[in-house]
C-alpha cells in the first residue's frame, strides 16, 4: 500500500512541476493568441476562447496565466478547425432518425410523440 501511496505522489510531483508542464506556452502570447480568436467567427467555441483568454488576462500567477491561455488553445483550435469546415463547404453529419410506425407511436411522426419537429417523418 506504502508503494502505491509514494508512486502516485511521486507522480504527482512530477506532474506538478514547471519543466514538465511546459507546453510551449508562455503569457507573452498574450496578444498573439488575442489577435487569433479575435479572426474567428462567433460561436460557443470562440466564446469559450475569449473567456479564457479574459482569465489568462486577469491571472494573478504565470502559472494559471498559462493554465487559461492552454484552455483558451483549446477551444480555438475548435472554433478554427469549425470555420474551416463551413468555408470549405463540407456537409454536416446528419444523424438517422427513427420515425413512427404502428408499434411505436412515441418516435417522430407519431401520434404520441411530444418532441421537436422532424422534417425526416411524415407526421400524420
Known amino acids: 500500500m506504502r508503494v502505491i501511496l509514494a508512486a502516485l505522489a511521486a507522480t504527482f510531483f512530477i506532474a506538478a512541476s514547471p519543466a514538465f508542464a511546459a507546453t510551449g506556452i508562455s503569457c507573452s ?17 470562440t466564446s469559450a476562447a475569449q473567456h479564457h483568454l479574459d482569465a489568462a488576462k486577469a491571472a494573478k500567477s504565470d502559472r494559471g496565466c498559462v493554465s487559461e491561455l492552454g484552455k483558451a488553445n483549446y477551444y ?17 453529419r446528419v444523424r ?29
Open 76 to 92: 480555438a483550435k475548435r472554433s478554427a478547425d469549425a470555420d474551416k469546415r463551413v468555408a470549405s463547404g463540407t456537409p454536416r
Open 96 to 124: 438517422h432518425v427513427q420515425c413512427a410506425d404502428a408499434m411505436h407511436q412515441n418516435r417522430p411522426g407519431g401520434t404520441d410523440y411530444h418532441g421537436p419537429y422532424v422534417a425526416a417523418c411524415r407526421h400524420s
Open 29 to 45: 502570447q498574450l496578444p498573439d493568441a488575442q489577435r487569433f480568436v479575435d479572426g474567428l467567427r462567433p460561436g460557443p467555441n
